[in-house]
């Protein structure tokens, strides 16, 4: 079989993740007909049909899923070894941290305040990712480690310490028949409306096969105050509480768990110091 080119494998994953040729094109700054030939050729070079386009969508193939999930670690890997190489040349290692915002479970600081009492303690950098891509981060080189919430986060290739784990809140609007409850079940949710979560693995959670797709929490809570939907996140990420809004234990949900990610064949002492660090200092809390 030909070898895949990069731009190719870039110029796939866009469509594939867009399923719209016009909105992949702008993407990647490129003339829409350029990008239909360089799919179309693709595929013939491959043998295999990767989409099925109509004059209203464009879907994935068997096979075009399976070039997507292979081709975005691909990608990650020709990025990670640049970066690396770049990385390696540097005198001063710095240790960069991607986190979501406000996705810390008020760790951050005591993790930091630990790590910078260690004799080996490095500059810090604060980088801040979306709902879904702070474990490419890592896995491309990006960053050195990161906080995710399992099992929300793919973690494809990636060692992880668990730093706390905690239970689920269903987030209401006041006026919800379940707002002056106490506590909800599972079952209690079973006929109600909530998010699809773009780009989040399952969690175990109730979630609308038809319900509004959204990115983050903020667009999430915004849909709430409309009564669109409800919600069900893990505790802290539904912090600090809406004064708008209700929050109830869901008492049988899956529990969640902030973790700090490295990825699996990092085995440096500036790594590994950080992660001994926010490992203590989670233990104190």
Do not use: C
């Not at 209700?246 to 768990?257: E, F, I, K, L, Q």
């Amino acid at each position: 079989m030909a070898e895949l080119e990069t731009r190719e494998l870039e110029y796939f994953v866009a469509v594939a993740e867009e399923l719209h040729f016009g909105h992949a094109a702008t993407r990647l700054a490129i003339a829409q007909p350029a990008l239909s030939k360089a799919i179309r050729r693709l595929e013939a070079r491959l043998g295999v049909r990767l989409l099925e386009r109509s004059s209203r969508s464009v879907t994935l193939t068997p096979a075009g899923q399976a070039l997507l999930h292979h081709g975005r670690h691909a990608l990650n890997a020709v990025s990670a070894a640049a970066e690396k190489t770049r990385r390696a040349a540097e005198q001063q290692a710095r240790l960069r941290l991607v986190i979501k915002p406000g996705g810390d479970a008020n760790l951050l600081s005591g993790i930091l305040a630990a790590y910078a009492g260690r004799p080996d303690a490095r500059q810090v950098d604060i980088l801040f990712g979306g709902a879904t891509d702070r474990a490419d981060h890592v896995r491309d080189g990006r960053a050195d480690v990161a906080l995710l919430y399992a099992p929300f986060d793919d973690m494809t290739g990636l060692d992880h310490e668990t730093l706390t784990v905690e239970g689920r809140v269903a987030i209401l609007p006041p006026d919800h028949r379940l707002a002056t409850r106490p506590q909800v079940t599972l079952a209690d949710l079973a006929q109600e409306t909530l998010p699809r979560w773009k780009g989040v693995r399952w969690t175990g959670a109730p979630e609308a096969e038809h319900g509004p797709q959204v990115t983050d929490a903020a667009e999430a809570l915004h849909l709430i105050r409309l009564g669109r939907t409800i919600a069900v996140l893990p505790r802290s990420l539904a912090r600090p509480m809406h004064p708008d809004l209700v929050y109830r234990p869901v008492t049988d949900a899956p529990t969640s768990a902030l973790v700090l990610a490295w990825a699996q064949d990092d085995r440096r002492p500036l790594v590994a110091s950080f992660v001994a660090a926010a490992v203590e200092a989670a233990g104190r809390t």
